[in-house]
């Protein structure tokens, strides 16, 4: 069975910087988008708010992320990177990577991200 693994995740203060990684324990036949998504606190699991995915068409942003975050991939290594820079306060979640294949959707586990002074 597939599963992604998240890291990268930290504390950091506003302004900082961070980079988030996704590997998948194996080769994901029939992706057609990737991507990361969040938690803000105090919303639940279901309430997840885009972040940034790869389509077939490019990359898209939420809008509260544009110009500060860069997604990417590696798809050799079937790995995907979120690189965050000017970091906010209200960047404070936890953030999912996902896969989404033609044999269904994948999801790694989460990791926190806070950012604080």
């Known amino acids: 069975q597939v599963q992604l693994v998240e890291s990268g995740g930290d504390s950091v203060q506003p302004g900082g910087s961070l980079r988030l990684s996704c590997a998948a324990s194996m080769k994901i036949a029939n992706i057609y988008t990737v991507g990361w998504y969040r938690q803000l606190p105090g919303r639940r699991r279901e309430q997840l708010e885009l972040v940034a995915r790869i389509l077939k068409s490019g990359p898209v942003y939420g809008n509260s992320v544009k110009g500060r975050f860069t997604i990417s991939r590696d798809p050799d290594k079937e790995s995907l990177h979120l690189q965050m820079d000017s970091l906010k306060s209200e960047d404070t979640a936890v953030y999912y990577c996902?896969?989404?294949?033609?044999?269904?959707?994948?999801w790694g586990q989460g990791i926190q991200v806070t950012v604080s002074s």
């Open positions: 996902n896969f989404g294949a033609a044999d269904g959707d994948y």
